[in-house]
């Protein structure tokens, strides 16, 4: 019983410490200090911005107003001009112009191929009442095909954080 009455005093002090309030709203302290209500602090979900099966039609019209060459050319200018950092997926390495060069001198590679992203984001309604997005970084993924040219999935290039 005294193992209980510890874990809730714990639970609730790491519950006051981490939030404070203010106008009635709670406010994570440590994230954001625009935000007054925290809706996701991470959230990660995949986008496709490039129609593989031209006979999926939803796929089509799900797509048709996406300019995957314009996305995919910002986040690539942005590493080049130093607005974004290139990060290895797997690993914390920083990449260098260099690296993303070569990356794009590979045989096989082409920008149209890069037909995913995985955005890592924070959601929150700020002060005025409205919805924010803050990306925390893209994660590119590019067309995998089999010897048979068969469409496999995506395989993650590089991962893409603004820089503070």
């Not at 009635?24 to 440590?30: A, H, I, P, Y």
């Not at 191929?113 to 002060?127: A, G, L």
Request: glycine residues 6%.
């Amino acid at each position: 019983m005294a193992k209980l009455h510890l874990t809730i005093i714990l639970i609730t002090a790491a519950l006051v410490i981490g939030c404070s309030t203010e106008n009635g709203k709670t406010v994570n302290s440590t994230k954001n200090p625009l935000a007054s209500e925290i809706i996701a602090d991470t959230i990660i979900y995949d986008v496709i911005v490039r129609n593989i099966d031209t006979s999926d039609v939803w796929e089509a019209e799900c797509l048709q107003y996406v300019n995957q060459k314009s996305l995919i050319d910002y986040l690539f200018n942005g590493v080049y001009n130093g607005q974004f950092t290139a990060i290895e997926f797997m690993g914390d390495k920083v990449l260098s112009i260099d690296d993303v060069k070569a990356i794009e001198q590979e045989s096989g590679f082409s920008r149209d191929r890069v037909s995913k992203v995985q955005f890592r984001e924070r959601w929150f309604i700020d002060s005025a009442g409205n919805f924010q997005k803050q990306i925390i970084s893209y994660t590119l993924g590019i067309e995998a095909y089999s010897k048979q040219n068969s469409f496999l999935g995506h395989k993650a290039l590089f991962i893409v954080k603004p820089k503070p």
